[in-house]
């Protein structure tokens, strides 16, 4: 799930579930038939974008707006800004990020698309190419991107980790730990900031949610760092880990194993959270 981007948009992955039954907005017919109202379109807020201001005036303008959610009109901003000599790489990365934020998918890739073919060298929109792959759970394909973007920017934390993050949907565990650890090693916050938004959230099944704990409290204690370490487990038990024994072989718990914390929580068996 995963910071997802490196420069304006870290770990956007937004998920909508409707329970068409309970739906507000939904109504029913004579034949007890469900009909659904779509919602209203995105709305323009703003006047169009006023043709004396310069391209730089106007990506402001649009960086503002999209910040303000106000996402068709940002890129009414961005589409102005190119027209008046902007950077199409940089411009083009901004508008395929506000359309995956209003989760035009395929508008997005193509901007994405557009912004390396500008500029070959730029890291984030490869790295976003990578985000929209991953979504569609084309884990081939987004490994490929990321992996350019890391060849352009090797220091690049979330990078590492969206990296990890399809390499784990590929059940290709020990490759996502990795780049994990790699992504630890260059920020070790970044987990914390992109819990909520990161592979975690994707995972279709608990089974692979309790996995994910458990890969990240290994490479936490691998590091050094214990007090993240027995968080991770305890959301691994709490997920129902089902190999939570392991902890007593893996070689990376040897040292935590001696910490009187790992043994009240193991000797604790925090019960596992039913969905």
Known sequence: MPHVFARSLSGIILFFIFSICALPGWT??????????PPPAPLHRVEPPNPVLS??????????????????DSLDYYR???????NPGILYN???ITELQMQRFKDALKDFQRSVKSDKDYADAYNNIGVIYYLQKKYGKAIKNYGIALKLREDSASFHSNLGSAYFSK????????????????????????????????????E???HYDYVVAKMYARLGVADRSLLYLRKAMEEGYKDINDVYKDAEFATLRKDPRFIELMAAKPPAIPE
């Not at 017919?29 to 009909?35: G, L, P, R």
């Open 28 to 37: 029913q017919n004579s034949s007890s038939e469900q009909v659904r109202v």
């Open 55 to 72: 391209g730089e005036e106007l990506e402001r303008r649009g960086d503002l707006l999209r910040s303000e959610k106000a996402y068709l």
């Open 80 to 86: 102005a800004a190119l027209t008046k000599g902007g």
């Open 94 to 96: 901004k508008m395929g």
């Open 171 to 206: 059940k290709k565990f020990d490759k996502a730990t990795e780049e994990y650890t790699r992504a630890l090693q260059l920020d070790p916050e970044i987990f914390d900031r992109t819990s909520l938004t990161g592979v975690a959230a994707q995972m279709s099944s608990p």
């Open 208 to 210: 692979d949610r309790a």
